[in-house]
């Protein structure tokens, strides 16, 4: 972490009382922030990896093959790391799983960008991942045994005099079958740019399963998802953004990710110099706790036909790849010359440069349809030597509805308001 904290933070402000109000979109700002990710210099991405994550988040079952690709690539790691260090390393066994955890992680491989967030008085200053998939705002913590930390910067309710301690009160993440994390929780202020929130119910981790430690070079999560899964008890909390929403101008948040470039996260209002033509708004259905929407279908190149198929699915920040049904992963991949389902790598590869890849467009609304570049989708090198991509394109089979991640969110301008539960897509200049 000590290199990500030495970055200069590109936090952009505004409202400052400093500045005459700004008119946006018919209305005054009032409260506004605007702030832009941090690259995590430690990121390597890693296909199989992000895959596995992403099934272990939603429950769903990791198939052998993904299995058995993972379990090569944290060996291939160690193996690297132990040559690296001059040392003698044997392993050649099957039990790097075991011990392949903490201090054996070589390199995190989890989140390519995070946010800096401000926790407490004074300031401790952690990298968060803004999740639109979930609903804890959850930290590592003074709370955790040395063994479960690895590099992480820890929130210390004792080091701040706004932190009090919700007797009673825990929290338990499960993700999958055996990754979970779980703590106690603290009322702290919270601020993310110039947005303060005072009595947030930040969740201090205790505990951690080794996937957790492992995995996670961020220091925690800020769940952008609905409330109602939030999991502390016996009550359950608000999410930040609920808690923020009050003070708000508008109660939306917009999310602008690139590609190879940190994003921008706005709350509170629209830019509307930060997209092209309008924005088309769907609405969501927030009853499972998610951004939950439907596309109304897709499109595979230019020269392809819409297909109106719908598409049940859920914007997901936290999530890196993009996980729609298996036959639309057919029809994709069907026009890529190279491409084959995998199983040395538990998914769908091609070759990184085939000229034969399409873009992918997927529909909104009103006959709005996003183009994904082809480019985009091939997320990561098989092997370093390898000319083979991981698709960033997988089947969302086992999951049960579709994870629109940032590999299509990267694509477009997105508004999650809140208050009127909808998105809002719109496109913009993609480089
Ligand atoms: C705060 O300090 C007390 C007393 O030293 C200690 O028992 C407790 O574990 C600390 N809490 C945290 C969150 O570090
Ligand atoms: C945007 O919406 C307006 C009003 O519905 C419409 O007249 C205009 O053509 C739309 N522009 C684009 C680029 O779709
Ligand atoms: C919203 O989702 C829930 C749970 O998936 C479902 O039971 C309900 O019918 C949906 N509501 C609408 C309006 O589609
Ligand atoms: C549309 O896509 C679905 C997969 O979601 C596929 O089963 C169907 O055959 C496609 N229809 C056409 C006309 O290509
Ligand atoms: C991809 O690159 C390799 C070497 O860099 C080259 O041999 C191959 O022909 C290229 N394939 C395409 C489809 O351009």
Excluded at 118 to 127: H, I, K, R, V
Excluded at 225 to 246: D, H, L, R, S, W
Excluded at 318 to 344: H, N, Q
Excluded at 396 to 418: E, M, P, R
Aim: proline share 4%; hydrophobic share 35%; net charge negative.
């Amino acid at each position: 972490m000590a290199i990500i904290k030495s970055l200069v933070f590109a936090v952009l402000l505004t409202a400052s009382t400093a500045l005459p109000p700004v008119a946006v979109g018919n209305t005054v700002q009032k409260g506004t922030a605007s702030l832009t990710q941090v690259h995590n210099p430690k990121f390597v991405r890693n296909g199989p990896l992000e895959l596995e994550r992403t099934l272990r988040k939603y429950g769903a079952p990791v198939p052998h093959d993904l299995k058995a690709a993972v379990k090569r690539v944290r060996r291939a790691r160690n193996q690297k790391r132990a040559e690296s260090e001059g040392a003698d390393d044997d392993d050649d066994d099957d039990d790097e799983n075991d011990r392949g955890s903490v201090q054996n992680s070589p390199k995190s491989y989890d989140v390519e960008y995070l946010m800096p967030v401000s926790l407490g008085t004074p300031a401790q200053q952690l990298n968060l991942d803004l999740d639109t998939g979930s609903s804890d705002f959850w930290v590592f913590s003074t709370l955790l045994k040395e063994s479960m930390i690895n590099g992480q910067t820890l929130y210390d309710p004792n080091a701040s005099t706004t932190a009090d301690k919700m007797e009673g009160y825990s929290w338990k993440i499960t993700y999958g079958d055996q990754s979970y994390s779980s703590g106690d929780v603290y009322v702290d202020t919270v601020t993310i740019g110039d947005l303060t929130v005072s009595t947030q119910a930040v969740e201090a981790a205790r505990e951690v399963s080794e996937e957790f430690t492992a995995d996670s070079d961020n220091d925690g999560l800020v769940g952008l998802g609905f409330g109602i899964i939030n999991t502390v008890m016996p009550y359950k909390q608000k999410t930040f953004f609920e808690k923020a929403m009050p003070g708000l101008d508008s109660p939306v948040f917009t999310a602008d990710l690139k590609s190879g470039a940190p994003g921008r996260y706005n709350f509170g209002y629209i830019d509307d110099g930060a997209y092209t033509g309008n924005i088309t708004y769907v609405p969501v259905n927030s009853s499972d706790g998610f951004w939950s929407w439907v596309s109304p279908g897709f499109q595979v190149g230019t020269t392809g036909s819409f297909n109106s198929t719908r598409i049940h699915g859920i914007a997901d920040t936290g999530t890196t790849l993009l996980l729609l049904p298996e036959g639309v992963c057919e029809a994709f991949y069907g026009r890529i010359a190279s491409a084959k389902y995998d199983a040395s790598q538990g998914g769908y590869t091609f070759e990184c440069n085939d000229s034969t890849t399409p873009d992918f467009y997927f529909g909104t609304g009103n006959g709005q349809m996003i183009r994904i570049p082809g480019s985009y989708l091939a997320y990561s090198k098989t092997d370093t030597s390898s000319l083979r991509c991981f698709g960033g394109m997988q089947s969302d089979s086992g999951v049960g509805f579709t994870i629109w991640g940032d590999i299509a969110l990267k694509a477009a301008f997105i508004v999650f308001d809140q208050g009127s539960e909808r998105l809002g897509w719109a496109e913009k200049s993609l480089y």
